[in-house]
């Protein structure tokens, strides 16, 4: 019964729609390879019955939309038939954007609730600093990180730093947002019981602000997380760096790998599902160890 | 020091001490259409060990006056003073505790992490804190659910948990601000008794707001009357019930004479033409 749930409501509606992507995608495969297949077969003074032209425009080298099922070898063969130091490695360059992911979110997220405590307990701070956090973001984010780069690279900061500095550029904002709503969110009754014991205001922040503040923190983390990834991967585009998933797209394009760079591609979105969801669990298990009621799913 | 204050607690004692003195308190609110009058010259004495009921239409300030006691409002005209304090220093010195409409406990916190709130914010040692939880939840009868989350208990056993809070550190004083109006009628009935029980063996002063007649009569020594528009006291009833009070009390002739008479003030404080 409880099986028969699950299939009906979690992975039947989620198959249908990969099904369906793969389906179009194919098809889109097809249309767009095909011109060029029709060139080469021109030139080569070749005529192909339809079945062996469709398969044809399914295993171009260097297609203009690769099929699926190219994209899943190649990712498939850099994933887990190469060393995990080999230069051709999905796992080698996920991994390297992965270091600079970490450690522009930790930054991040640290900077954000700083900037939030900041916002919720100076008034003067509240007023100014706001417009200022939006405007930041405002500015396309490809258009700083060179800048970035250069600068700190003229006062020798360079590698990881650099990279990493993006990605807190990046996810401190949703962060700083959440946060002030999420410290601000205790109600009324809730703060007048913390005057009527005359709580300090340190007090009241510890015991009251911080823990209501939690479930904002998770959410916003998550929305942060991807976006550092984000930062990471558009850092690694202008550095000229030798590894990483930014670097492997930016190879891609460079010699026309459309299914090195589609492999990439698909490589950054599993490793961004995979930090959501890292950070998804840790907020359970977190709301669970502060008591909160168990979910119970409808249907 | 700990002389002066046990020979505050004598005075308090011998000379039937006034635990709330109000000499024509008003409070006037300034709001977009023109002030609010919320309370207009309420004179009132609170004795100490008193039960003290305020009963009221919506908007009559019996609510805003508890906020007035409890420093969570300031007055803008005439004197008031908490234990023979300002009500800033009052609660400053920790003089009352206070019960909310809603029980508003944490729910991140165990109900017996929600009474050592108050107690951990007042610097209580770890031992004195576990021995006042136990005493606590005993006195609002939840021994036991002291590991429990505020979501796995009732609404009644939630707000007996928020009086077990208030109770839990030395406060003479409870300030309770219709704490069982959101609950039903037996639920209410079962911790109205409940709390006259508490009440006789804490012995503590009680200042409690609600808007129902025969809660009002059953719980309290004293039932201070009001009236909106501006919020005011319109009769202060002394009631002549024993102190020791059945339920079954209610049928008497007595307590409906009593109900009578608070029923009068409210109509006759009360203007039906708006």
Known sequence: MQREKLFQHRIMPVATIVIAIIAIW????????????RDLDRRANVTSTSIEFFEKTMSQPKPTLPAPHQVASSVFENTFLRKVTSNRSLVYHAGVTLSSTAVGFTLGTLLGILIAVGIVHVKALDRSLMPWIIASQMVPILAVAPMVIVVLGAVNITGLLPKALISTYLSFFPVAVGMVKGLRSPELIQLDLMRTYHASIAQTFWKLRVPASVPFLFTSMKVAIAASLVGAIV??????????????????????????????LIAGSVLAALLVAIVALVGKLVERAMGAKPERRLG | MASQQAGFDRHMAENNFSVVSARKLGLTFETGDGPVHALSDVDLEVKKGDFVSFIGPSGCGKTTFLRVIADLEG?????????????????????????FQAPALYPWRTIEKNIALPLEIMNYTAAERKERIERTLDLVNLAGFGKKYPWQLSGGMQQRASIARALAFDADLLLMDEPFG????IVRDHLNEQLLKLWARTQKTICFVTHSIPEAVYLSTKIVVMSPRPGRVTDVIESTLPKERPLEIRETPEFLAIAHRVREGLRAGHSYEE
């Open chain 1, 26 to 37: 194919y098809v889109g495969a097809y249309f767009m390879n095909a011109p060029f297949q």
């Open chain 1, 235 to 264: 850092g690694e585009l202008p550095t000229g760096a030798v590894a990483g998933i930014g670097s492997k797209l930016l190879a891609g394009a460079y010699y026309s790998q459309t299914i090195d760079i589609w492999a990439a």
């Open chain 2, 75 to 99: 007055a803008t005209a005439g004197e008031i003073t908490v234990n023979g304090m300002t009500p800033e220093n009052a609660r400053k010195s920790r003089s009352y505790g206070y019960v």
């Open chain 2, 182 to 185: 959101a609950l039903d009628e």
